[in-house]
């Protein structure tokens, strides 16, 4: 089984910052989603309980209320983490914080792509 913590400390991940849910880093992981345009009903359609996510949020670019709501979407679908390339996003609001704490779901953001 592979974890969170298993994988954000590779050195792959190394500029990923935290920004919530830190008891949730022994999240066992099952699969990964790229998550660009999918929101609302798609978002539990198209993603599992277990899975690292890494979102651009696209869709929500200019409305952090809709990005809150994505986010939020898939914390209660179960995934293991959620990795939020910065481009149209560097936070979240305190709720959606809140609810990572609550549910101990990783919120990470990253600024650079990585390769290997």
């Known amino acids: 089984m592979i974890t969170v ?40 359609r198209s993603f599992n309980r277990g899975d690292f996510i890494l979102p651009t949020l696209v869709a929500d670019r200019g409305n952090p209320a809709g990005a809150d709501q994505c986010v939020v979407s898939l914390m209660r679908n179960g995934v293991s983490a959620i990795c939020i390339k910065d481009v149209f996003f560097s936070e979240l609001s305190d709720e959606t914080r809140r609810l990572s704490e609550q549910l101990a779901i990783p919120v990470f953001f990253f600024s650079d792509t990585f390769s290997i």
């Open 5 to 44: 913590f298993d994988i954000v400390t590779t050195p792959m991940f190394k500029d990923f910052r935290i920004f919530s849910g830190k008891r949730g880093l022994q999240n066992p992981v099952s699969g990964t989603g790229l998550l660009d345009w999918e929101s609302g009903e798609a978002i539990t």
